[in-house]
DNA sequence: CCAATGGTTCAACTATTGTCGAACCATGAC
DNA sequence: GTCATGGTTCGACAATAGTTGAACCATTGG
């Protein structure tokens, strides 16, 4: 097995608009989501609740949005850069991000 | 308790965009959303899958729809009509049925 | 009235998701 | 190397969601 410092990001293609949907239908992921509207962020920067959250919690969250070709995750330093997978998602789903993201 | 002939559909005030997203991002209901873009349908005229659903199953997921505010289920004849909420969604969370229900 | 059609609801079950402690892993600072 | 920091993974459990038969309800047609 490969070194898990490398996380699993499915090629945009594979992503169905269900998972991206399903990934944003959570508040806390579409918070999580929405902070890296204005670029990426370091991963120990963004908070899903604003509250305590549990490592492996804010982890999971941010596994399903990554799953789902939402977010993308890479080696920073000691810790982990976060950012939306804009272009290819705009590519692929017109439109969503905006109405999705953009909305209060 | 009142008639059941009548449904419970929430104001559009009270819907949450993750609710919408969630009733959307199941296959099965996305096809049923997606069938009624054109315009309203009678119930018994559109289909979950293709195959065969059970009736409650298909009863099921056009109520987490209904509730979710992304249809109107009223009484027409012996049957039902089905409707995309569509005026209210989109002055709320604009383009997102576009986006959603355009893209294949 | 009665029967057929179309749908909702209930209840029980299965399956999927979410949460989070604990253990483990990588990197950077020293 | 060692330690601290930041994160992933595993495993167990809790909670939520999905499926479907059976019972029931409303409307239309005869």
């Given at each position: 097995?490969?070194?898990?410092?490398?996380?699993?990001?499915?090629?945009?293609?594979?992503?169905?608009?269900?998972?991206?949907?399903?990934?944003?239908?959570?508040?806390a992921?579409l918070a999580l989501?929405?902070?890296?509207?204005?670029?990426?962020?370091?991963?120990?920067?963004?908070?899903?609740?604003?509250?305590?959250?549990?490592?492996?919690?804010?982890?999971?969250?941010?596994?399903?949005?990554?799953?789902?070709?939402?977010?993308?995750?890479?080696?920073?330093?000691?810790?982990?850069?976060?950012?939306?997978?804009?272009?290819?998602?705009?590519?692929?789903?017109?439109?969503?991000?905006?109405?999705?993201?953009?909305?209060?």
């Amino acid at each position: 097995m490969t070194a898990p410092t490398e996380l699993h990001h499915p090629p945009i293609s594979d992503v169905a608009i269900t998972d991206v949907l399903f990934a944003l239908s959570d508040p806390a992921r579409l918070a999580l989501a929405r902070q890296l509207v204005d670029g990426p962020m370091d991963m120990a920067a963004c908070s899903a609740t604003g509250g305590p959250v549990p490592k492996a919690t804010k982890s999971h969250q941010l596994k399903v949005l990554r799953e789902a070709g939402v977010v993308r995750n890479v080696p920073k330093g000691r810790g982990r850069l976060l950012s939306l997978r804009r272009d290819e998602l705009d590519a692929v789903f017109p439109g969503l991000l905006d109405s999705v993201l953009g909305t209060r």
